[in-house]
């Protein structure tokens, strides 16, 4: 039975092994963690947990593609993301947006792994500029959705970011779990963007990159 303290201790043990100075040594190491816990506390930390193979051929996709700089929106603790850029020795950096600060700054709330932004930053309208702000003055290469279920933020957000690169994690269709965007089936309101790039993970999870093409 896990109880608070049990979580406490569990936290404190991956806090550790992602701290940056060890970070590419340990991402191995946060996985076979991960295994080991109990399903709930799993969830509760991070959705998806990916094999070491699922995260390797994701990145040299993303190399392939030159897609260095991400931008994960509604990211929340933003341990996926973590791993992500752990796997890629750095040379992938991966940034997050999330709303409601208060939560996330509280003591309610697991520690971002990654660095956070909030979309309260934007103002009143989202633009492009304010994605580069999100990544440290750096125009992000791609957008990531993962497990997203909110079609019109989707597409407030697809509709201001200037970038050529889409990517979307969520559930096969045998799962019968729902998301908006689906990444098969995204239903994308520019006919430009294309499907550039597909690879099923473990758990029937599949990820899927979009290209915009200039026609």
């Keep these: ?119 309260e930053q934007a103002g009143s309208k989202l633009t492009n500029h304010f994605f580069s702000g999100c990544c440290s003055g750096v125009t992000p290469c791609a957008l990531l959705f993962c497990y997203f279920n909110n079609r019109s933020a989707f597409l407030d957000y697809l509709s201001v970011f200037e970038g050529k690169w889409l990517i979307l994690i969520g559930p096969q269709p045998a799962v019968g779990i729902h998301t908006d965007p689906n990444p098969l089936q995204p239903q994308l309101p520019d006919k430009e963007w294309a499907l550039r790039e597909l690879c099923d993970w473990t758990d029937q999870n599949v990820v899927a990159i979009y290209e915009k093409r200039i026609i």
């Design 1 to 119: 039975m896990w109880n608070e303290q049990t979580e406490l201790e569990v936290l404190q043990q991956i806090y550790d092994l992602t701290q940056t100075t060890t970070a590419v040594q340990n991402w191995r190491n946060l996985l076979i963690f991960g295994y080991s816990l109990q399903r709930d506390l799993k969830r509760k930390l991070l959705w998806i947990w990916p094999t070491a193979l699922d995260l390797k051929k994701l990145n040299g996709m993303l190399k392939q593609l030159d897609i260095h700089h991400v931008l994960s929106i509604g990211c929340g603790s933003g341990l996926l993301e973590w791993l992500l850029s752990a796997v890629a020795n750095q040379e992938l950096s991966v940034y997050g947006l999330e709303r409601d600060p208060n939560w996330w700054r509280s003591k309610y709330a697991v520690r971002s792994f990654i660095p956070l932004n909030y979309v």
